[in-house]
């Protein structure tokens, strides 16, 4: 600090920092980069341990043994699902009955914004059918959920029969000590959503639901199962959910340790891990997962029904089951004994999953990067906005003054409040128009155009980002003079700093959706100016946008996930994530739909207006 | 009159002992086959000694009253005391209502003598003695935990007090009860465990069931029909439920055997009556073996029971194999249970840990006939109700209480009180709301384990239930024990007591493993940071010519002289 307080070299540092601003941002840059990419390296990551002592040392037996007969329950369920077309609510509350659980049900109905063409679904009404394992002596404080979803199909029917196998084996032992509930929920997200608003009485999205009668107290974690063979060959653990919120690792550990225990191949991301780090095979085998995991997250979507648990504070995973080529299988025994002995052990928990990390990566199921470590990466590239910034104040500080002929040193006149607001409020209309407006004109554009509702959405919303392109022209219109040199100067230091701090705090919130922003708009942030060559620069800026990273990352998204796509296929799926992603928030409250549309676009159009400032 | 046979006593105690026993021992055993499978045993242990407590006489010779607990009662001038040891929840839904409910965790409730005039700090040695008596952690009763009733506990025995003064209610929702309450309960007994119905008590058993409770009931009683002199009443009573599936392995069949791993042998010897009943109302769904030519029949919580009755104090009881080891086994799978009238649910509502709201939902089954009960509930301080937000309703509608009490928490000092005189309309729902919000607690007042959260105790709902059939008032007659527990006064209904879940509430809690590094990183950052920051932004820099040598100052001061410009 007596750095800064001595004004000679003060002016020395601050001389230094706008000379050599640009190479530095440059290294920032790479060194973000660099850093990003190295967490996937596996010296860098610790291996992950059980934190939780309640967890760690107690010792379980695991003694399911009726498999066969879960799957013959699986089966009847099925019989009665394609019986009753849909959920099959009297046979699951006679069989919970007849297991001994207190059973009761909960009807929910929901119109949607706009028909769901991915899952074909308008009008939804459903019913959800909870069981609840009271514990012998426990004062109905505490409980534990095991979820399986009631898919259309021939989808997660050994899920259900193992649920219900599970609750009659658990309904026998005098172990214990929290309520456990065995959910069957209808419509996946939906329904599940339901149940938790029913559940916490809170009405969050504005759904229709009958409330519940019976409950366990609050709920300490949750397991979401999906399942739809009767082998397996590995177990899949999701933890994304909603908003990029992650469970506690520790739940992870969990399952982790017990597939260890008992011998079943468990992946994340559908990746095993490996254990060549050091072949170049190996590290792109751990980016490749931990990509996954980042692009997953950043969607800020449930990627299963146990998303919807986190929100209230609830521990939550989903495990599904895989069916491939492999020569080994795990049979349901085995999965009923995995569950039993995770069960057991949140069973004997005193406190809720706090011990370990909220905030991580995972390289692999065996390896994390905590947030300590990967903020630096975010920070790196967030330190390129804040030199820039300190380069324009610099700059507007002390402004070069002009000598006229008169020899009479003229200083330009300070840019008008109205020059900058009028593209801060300009850019922020058309991004309350995109937020609005998709919605709202799907009656209109259907009408005109031969066009489905969906389509109908997510082309709208495309127009209205593509006129955005257009605002600098119509921007000056309504300014009365022209802009100035230190017009656009101000403009961007407002930008650029408006920049930081939505990044910063996406970041902080969600890591993977700052880094992935930060990642795009930082380079253009720190480049644009009304001087650099227009058309070049006008390309690099769409193709940096936010709605082409999303394309972008649809794209790598299936590469990751070894399912290609061609252009063609691409672009249908990228017309389906935006009206996902507008769905998402409107059914469950994701925010990342807002945040695109209300703060990052604008800013985006903002560094569009510095493009063309005349 | 009392007094004077006192005295008589000390002098010649063992002779005029036999002749007038002062004191009566009864115990007896409910067995009652629950509609889900389940099966309820519920033992009752009554000691009634015609002892006055309450003069200033010291009492010293004890015989089957347990000294132990008639010192305490003499030491702090307790009219009444009234504690219990829960472990679980008793499901009304599913088996209908207990003879003698509470609430999980322990409860304690005492009414004082009007002579007592410090009753808090009574109070307090109280709870320390009880809890060392029972072996509990009743000591953590302090005044954060303790409230006033207002209305919903009214003495149950004699007395005219209605004082609320001098009244005490305690609950600690957290206690666990396990075998070392158990052992100190069981040695109250006369005949502690060797004898009679307290042989089945085996721990083993009694703590691998769903539900297990155990009490003690300590108040005054007429003597006689005129109530011209009062004794001590003490009962000890001991629910627990058996499980159908962990239990008894899913069959509908048990025995005395099963379910205690003891039989009956023989009465306690000093126990003027002992005897077990077994509700049969239900007969045709269940055989009884040996069956029983002993019947009676008894009106309990508003509904005519039949009981078949064993006495052991015959002989005939136990039959050719000298033991007794009734066999119940259900014919039928199951017949409709009748439904409570009344029941209640609790829970919280909303996330996060800023606000949240408690639910009280309480249900009126009855199918034409609307009856007001007493809610009342004790919050602790550290969630701050918003007493503004109370609504209550039924039906869609908004239903007055007729009656509030509300005593607002201090922090720290005194928990909330409420309660509320509702009306409940026939076949409703009636539903209590009221926001709150969690505080953040001090870092030393966190328990060891904040992250399990913070327990709210149950809400208690007293009511006066219409009765199907008219309730027998006459309290001279020789009823069962577990059919005379609350005094009744009119025929048209009886006193019912349900208590709802406790809640579990997460506080706001800090990390409390990186206080260190918390403190480190505060501790730079004000130092450094803050410090040197503030420096920057509130001064201005500017740069100052280093001060002349002496021989510059010199010349200059000489310059000044000559009047030419300085250096």
Wanted: hydrophobic share 40%; glycine share 6%; aromatic share 10%.
């Amino acid at each position: 600090m007596g750095l800064l307080s001595d004004p000679n070299r003060r002016r020395a540092l601050i001389g230094m920092l706008t000379r050599l601003n640009a190479p530095i941002c440059m290294i920032c840059y790479m060194a973000g980069v660099a850093w990003f990419m190295g967490l996937a390296f596996e010296p860098f990551t610790l291996r992950t341990y059980m934190s939780e002592n309640a967890m760690g040392s107690t010792m379980v037996e695991e003694r399911f043994p009726a498999g066969e007969r879960a799957l013959a329950t699986g089966r009847e369920f099925a019989a009665h699902k394609k019986k009753t077309g849909g959920m099959p609510v009297d046979w699951l509350v006679r069989t919970m009955q007849a297991r001994g659980l207190e059973v009761y049900t909960q009807r929910f109905s929901r119109k949607l914004p706009f028909p769901d063409e991915d899952k074909e679904r308008y009008m939804v009404k459903g019913t959800n059918v909870y069981g609840i394992l009271r514990a012998p002596r426990a004062p109905r404080t505490e409980a534990l959920v095991l979820s399986a979803p009631c898919s259309p199909g021939n989808e997660n029917n050994q899920a259900v029969g193992i649920l219900l196998g599970l609750a009659q084996y658990f309904r026998s032992q005098i172990y214990w000590a929290k309520d456990i509930i065995f959910l069957v929920n209808e419509h996946d997200l939906i329904g599940m959503q339901a149940w938790l608003e029913g559940y916490h009485h809170t009405n969050t999205t504005g759904m229709d639901w009958s409330p519940l009668q019976g409950r366990g107290g609050s709920i300490q974690a949750a397991l979401s199962l999906e399942l739809s063979s009767d082998v397996v060959t590995s177990l899949d653990l999701v933890l994304e959910g909603l908003n990029g919120q992650l469970p506690n690792l520790d739940l992870a550990n969990l399952f982790y340790a017990f597939c260890q225990k008992i011998g079943v191949l468990c992946t994340t991301q559908g990746k095993l891990p490996r254990n060549d780090w050091d072949t170049t095979s190996g590290y792109s085998h751990a980016v490749q997962t931990m990509m996954l995991m980042v692009l997953k997250q950043a969607s800020s979507r449930p990627w299963g029904d146990h998303g919807l648990f986190l929100r209230y504070h609830i521990e939550a995973a989903s495990i599904k089951g895989v069916n491939s080529f492999r020569p080994y299988k795990t049979d349901a025994t085995t999965v009923g004994r995995l569950l039993e002995g995770m069960y057991r052990k949140l069973n004997n928990l005193l406190e809720r999953l706090h011990q370990s990390y909220f905030f991580y990566l995972m390289p692999s199921l065996t390896r994390f990067v905590s947030i300590g470590y990967y903020m630096p990466a975010f920070g790196l590239l967030a330190l390129i906005l804040l030199l820039r910034a300190l380069d324009l104040w610099v700059q507007l500080s002390s402004p070069p003054t002009r000598t006229t002929e008169d020899g009479v040193e003229v200083v330009p006149a300070s840019p008008g409040v109205l020059s900058i607001l009028t593209p801060l409020v300009i850019s922020h209309l058309t991004g309350v128009a995109l937020y609005t407006l998709p919605v709202l004109s799907q009656e209109l554009a259907v009408e005109h155009f031969p066009v489905s509702e969906t389509e109908a959405v997510v082309l709208t919303a495309i127009a209205i980002y593509t006129a955005g392109l257009a605002l600098p022209h119509n921007t000056h219109r309504l300014l009365a003079g022209e802009g100035t040199e230190q017009g656009w100067k101000v403009l961007k230091l407002v930008a650029v700093l408006y920049l930081a701090v939505l990044l910063g705090c996406t970041a902080l919130i969600n890591f993977s959706l700052g880094f992935i922003l930060a990642l795009t708009l930082v380079p253009l942030a720190a480049f644009i100016t009304p001087h650099v060559p227009k058309t070049l620069s006008a390309v690099v800026m769409v193709i940096l946008s936010p709605g082409l990273t999303l394309l972008f990352a649809v794209f790598f998204f299936q590469e990751l996930q070894e399912t290609p796509v061609t252009l063609q296929e691409g672009w249908m799926l990228y017309l389906s994530v935006i009206s996902q992603g507008i769905l998402d928030h409107a059914l469950y409250g994701s925010l990342l739909y807002p945040l695109a549309a209300l703060l990052v676009y604008p800013c985006w159009l903002l560094f569009w207006n510095i493009l063309f400032w005349k | 009159m009392a007094i004077r046979r006192l005295k008589h006593t000390r002098t010649h105690a063992h002779a005029c002992m036999l002749q007038t026993p002062l004191d009566d021992f009864q115990e007896e055993l409910v067995i009652r086959p629950l509609h889900s499978g389940d099966i309820y045993a519920s033992f009752q242990f009554r000691t009634v000694w015609d002892a006055d407590f309450m003069g200033d006489q010291k009492v010293s010779h004890y015989r089957l009253f347990p000294k132990s607990l008639g010192q305490v009662i003499t030491k702090f001038s307790v009219r009444e005391l009234h504690i219990s040891f829960t472990q679980g929840y008793w499901r009304t839904m599913q088996w209908g209502q207990p003879y003698l409910p509470s609430p999980p965790g322990a409860e304690l409730w005492v009414w004082f003598q009007d002579t007592v005039t410090d009753v808090d700090g009574t109070w307090k040695e109280l709870t320390n003695v009880l809890s060392g008596i029972f072996c509990a952690s009743l000591n953590f009763i302090d005044s954060t935990n303790t409230v006033q009733p207002s209305a919903s506990f009214k003495p149950l025995g004699i007395g005219n007090v209605t004082d609320h003064s001098f009244l005490r209610y305690a609950t600690l929702p957290r206690e666990i009860v396990c075998t070392e309450n158990l052992t100190p309960w069981k040695k109250l007994l006369p005949c502690g465990s060797k004898a009679g119905l307290s042989v089945l008590l085996k721990s083993e058993k009694l703590f691998h069931s769903t539900f297990h409770s155990q009490a003690v009931h300590v108040r005054p009683v007429c003597q006689d029909p005129q109530c011209r002199t009062t004794s001590m009443e003490l009962r000890q009573t001991l629910n627990v439920v058996f499980d159908l599936h962990t239990s008894g392995q899913g069959k509908r069949e048990w025995s005395l055997f099963k379910m205690f791993s003891r039989t009956l042998t023989e009465a306690c010897p000093l126990a003027s009556s002992s005897k077990v009943y077994v509700d049969v109302t239900d007969n045709p769904q269940f055989e009884l073996s040996p069956a029983t030519p002993l019947l009676t029949q008894a009106v309990v919580l508003g509904d005519r029971r039949t009981y078949s009755v064993y006495d052991l104090t015959q002989q005939a009881s136990f039959g050719s194999s000298r033991s007794l080891n009734m066999l119940l086994r259900w014919k039928a799978a199951d017949g409709e249970m009748l439904r409570p009238l009344l029941h209640s649910e609790r829970y919280v509502a909303g996330y996060g840990l800023q606000a949240g709201e408690i639910h009280t939902l309480i249900y009126n089954h009855h199918p034409y006939r609307a009856f007001p009960v007493l809610l009342l509930s004790a919050v602790p301080w550290y969630l701050r109700l918003y007493i503004h937000t109370l609504t209550v309703s039924s039906k869609g509608k908004d239903n007055r209480p007729s009656y509030i009490h509300y005593q607002p928490s201090k922090d720290r000092e005194r928990p909330h009180l409420l309660e509320m005189l509702l009306q409940l309309p026939p076949n409703s729902v009636t539903e209590v709301t009221v926001e709150f919000e969690r505080a953040l607690l001090k870092w030393t007042e966190y328990t060891p384990d904040p992250n399990h959260g913070f327990y709210v105790g149950s809400s208690v709902i007293s009511a006066l239930v219409p009765s199907v059939v008219a309730m027998d008032t006459n309290s001279t007659l020789d009823r069962p024990l577990f059919s005379s527990f609350f005094p009744c006064k009119e025929e048209a209904s009886y006193f019912m007591r349900v208590y709802t879940e406790p809640l579990l509430v997460n506080l706001p809690t800090p990390d409390f493993s990186m206080p260190y590094n918390v403190i480190c990183l505060t501790c730079t950052v004000v130092a450094v940071g803050y410090g040197s920051l503030y420096n920057l932004l509130t001064r201005t820099f500017q740069v100052d010519e280093p001060s002349p040598g002496l021989a510059k100052r010199i010349a200059n001061v000489i310059r000044r002289f000559r009047g030419v410009p300085l250096l």
